[in-house]
């Protein structure tokens, strides 16, 4: 089933860029890859796999910087994921037309990336960068026996990089050495396919991610109710369908709220559940169309609502043809005083 999100008003912009999996003509060794070096075993291992190609010149040019766009392709395919082009992200950065875009949507709703206004697709990718990609997309977790001396406990990278090395997916760069502010070259990334790939193995699924309870009983308070009927008027005036509110989408929504409260944030993306579209898959909410407004510290249902429709892409939300039904949560409290989720979908 295609899934399609919607978070915000998109202004996308074409960028292009290199790719590891660029077409060529060449069908065995690179030439510029010598057997003596590290990457050698790993990209020819690749190549035999069907992973990686190189350039149309026939060189792999394993020494040329990694961006970030170009390591979700690489994560992806050896993670053997499902891509979805169908998927609206709110990066003014990134268009649909890149190659990396649906990759980078998937990492985006199963937690990996955040949500965010920009994404720096074009970035060169550091070694930490790649060890929180990595360690996030396979749920990895562990700390090595002998930690690198480069990446201390306060390091905020230090977490994936110890899980990392934990799994067997790095040894660093010798001398008890990561490097996490090094910059991924092509040679270092086919090495950490070829780990990642070798890790997972031949016909596993990544893993399936918890999905929690819906509470049967739940039901919508005044100000959610109050939030309903106005979003519905603002539709009817703009010619567009009602919208149904369902019971099961206001339990995620509220439960979203509560974590913004509780957890002292105001963000798409909660600590606690990932993405809007990973939450409501993790509470088994099947989808065709998805998408989520968020406000904080509104008096009202009416100031709430004034402020979402002075809103452009809260607005595009709100007046979607494409969406059918709503879940309002509403929570007092926190530093805010008050935490608003409307959260939009189309079975």
Do not use: C
Request: hydrophobic letters at 35%; charged letters at 20%; zero cysteines.
């Amino acid at each position: 089933m295609k899934k399609r999100r919607h978070i915000f008003s998109m202004t996308m912009t074409i960028l292009l860029t290199g790719s590891l999996l660029a077409p060529t003509t060449e069908a065995a060794s690179f030439p510029d890859v010598y057997p003596n070096e590290k990457a050698y075993t790993a990209v020819e291992e690749l190549l035999e796999r069907d992973s990686i190609s190189g350039f149309p010149d026939g060189t792999f040019r394993q020494n040329e910087p990694v961006t970030r766009a170009q390591s979700a392709i690489f994560v992806g395919r050896v993670h053997g994921i499902d891509v979805n082009d169908q998927i609206e992200l709110p990066f003014k950065d990134l268009s649909p037309k890149q190659a990396a875009y649906p990759y980078i949507a998937y990492y985006v709703n199963n937690g990996v990336f955040d949500l965010s206004e920009r994404f720096y697709p074009n970035r060169p990718l550091t070694r930490a960068e790649m060890a929180r990609t990595v360690v996030k997309a396979l749920a990895l977790n562990g700390t090595p026996d002998k930690p690198f001396s480069d990446v201390p406990s306060t390091h905020p990278d230090a977490i994936y990089i110890h899980a990392l090395a934990a799994n067997g997916l790095t040894s660093g760069v010798g001398h008890n050495k990561y490097n996490p502010d090094g910059i991924v070259t092509r040679g270092q990334m086919a090495i950490f396919m070829l780990n990642i790939d070798n890790f997972i193995g031949p016909g596993q699924e990544p893993e399936h991610q918890p999905i929690y309870d819906i509470d049967p009983h739940f039901t919508s308070n005044a100000t959610e109710q109050q939030i309903f009927l106005l979003v519905n008027n603002e539709r009817i005036n703009a010619g567009v369908q009602p919208l149904k509110l369902a019971n099961d989408l206001s339990h995620v929504a509220r439960v979203k709220s509560k974590d913004m409260r509780d957890l002292d944030y105001f963000d798409h993306t909660s600590p606690t559940y990932g993405s809007p579209f990973k939450m409501m898959d993790d509470f088994g909410l099947d989808y065709t169309s998805a998408g989520e407004n968020i406000a904080a510290g509104q008096a009202t249902a009416i100031r709430v609502m004034n402020s979402w429709m002075n809103s452009l892409g809260h607005r595009q939300n709100i007046l979607n043809p494409d969406f059918t039904e709503i879940g309002i949560g509403y929570v007092e409290g926190g530093d805010y005083g008050s935490y608003f989720t409307q959260m939009f979908m189309t079975r």
